[in-house]
């Protein structure tokens, strides 16, 4: 096992994989991941950690409130691990929101200055287009190629665009509601496995978020980025960036532009990865893995269980 974990890279999940109770078990086991929440709670200046341990799940599930909410999970589970295993991941890399999670754990971005960014990103994301304009879609069981193709076809000069490419064979697209709806028939047409609309509260990753970017420039332009210790795989170009002068535009670029998380994973593996560590709640990641590359190790933490799993699995 210590051989086939030497080249590791720590991935961090985005949107999506939150849950009521998430966390609460670290905190209760590792005095680390509870400070990790209470500083979340004095940066925001409120009780996100009630919020995450004990829901309302309606409350939890608004993006302003779920972005700081997975980023404080996911940098609670980290810390946990860190100060037990000397295992140093030769790359970081996150989803979307979980890209912000890597940055922490690298050390390029201060803790409290991340979570005040995706507090404020999530409120801006979900300011940028009314309720009702703009959906969001995951397609199944279509090549990429195709997913470009459709989403041409059925934009009829609204916006459409793939917004996650998750794996080769799950597509998220995003755009405004009628041009989501003719691009399911399409893709129906086209044998889509399945289409399904997301329950999501805005158009993420998609052009529509064009209007955040200069307001969310403010936000992040008093922040510090510091060289990290590993680089991180950016979801807007799938390479890896330790240069701290690039990283506030790259944040940037992404709230508008697609995940390319396939290959971010596909580059992994290139560079001789055959390990990662999911942090924070759920293994949806690691799900996504398995799927581009069949031949990587895929662990994740997310509580005590699962983080004593893994370091009994490395001695």
């Not at 009780?47 to 999970?73: D, H, M, Y």
């Not at 129906?188 to 969310?216: E, N, W």
Request: hydrophobic residues 45%.
């Amino acid at each position: 096992m210590k051989e086939m974990i030497n080249k590791t890279a720590h991935v961090f999940p985005g949107q999506g994989s939150q849950y009521v109770g998430m966390g609460k078990a670290l905190c209760e086991a590792f005095s680390e991941s509870r400070e990790i929440f209470e500083r979340a709670d004095e940066a925001l200046g409120e009780k996100l950690s009630v919020l995450c341990w004990e829901g309302p799940e309606e409350e939890l599930k608004r993006t302003a409130n779920q972005q700081p909410a997975i980023l404080t999970t996911s940098i609670a589970a980290w810390v946990a691990f860190s100060k037990r295993s000397t295992l140093k991941p030769v790359f970081f890399a996150g989803h979307s929101l979980g890209e912000y999670s890597a940055l922490v754990a690298s050390g390029a971005l201060p803790f409290e200055d991340a979570v005040r960014a995706v507090r404020a990103r999530g409120q801006l994301m979900q300011e940028a287009v009314p309720e009702g304009v703009g959906a969001m879609a995951v397609v199944l069981g279509v090549d990429v190629a195709k997913v470009q193709r459709i989403c041409g076809e059925a934009a009829q000069g609204q916006v459409l665009a793939p917004a996650n490419y998750n794996e080769p064979n799950q597509t998220v697209i995003a755009g405004d509601v009628a041009a989501v709806e003719r691009a399911g028939e399409l893709f129906k047409a086209a044998g889509a496995r399945r289409v399904l609309r997301l329950p999501v509260s805005a158009p993420f990753h998609c052009p529509l978020m064009l209007p955040v970017k200069a307001r969310f420039a403010a936000v992040l332009e008093p922040f510090c980025f510091s060289e990290p210790s590993a680089p991180i795989v950016s979801n807007v170009e799938a390479l890896p960036n330790a240069n701290p002068s690039r990283m506030r535009a790259l944040l940037l670029e992404q709230v508008a532009a697609p995940v390319r998380w396939t290959e971010s994973v596909e580059f992994l593996s290139r560079e001789g990865i055959c390990q990662t560590i999911e942090f924070g709640p759920g293994k949806v990641l690691s799900g996504l893995i398995k799927r581009i590359c069949p031949q990587m190790n895929c662990a994740h933490i997310e509580d005590e269980k699962s983080l004593h799993a893994l370091l009994g699995g490395m001695q």
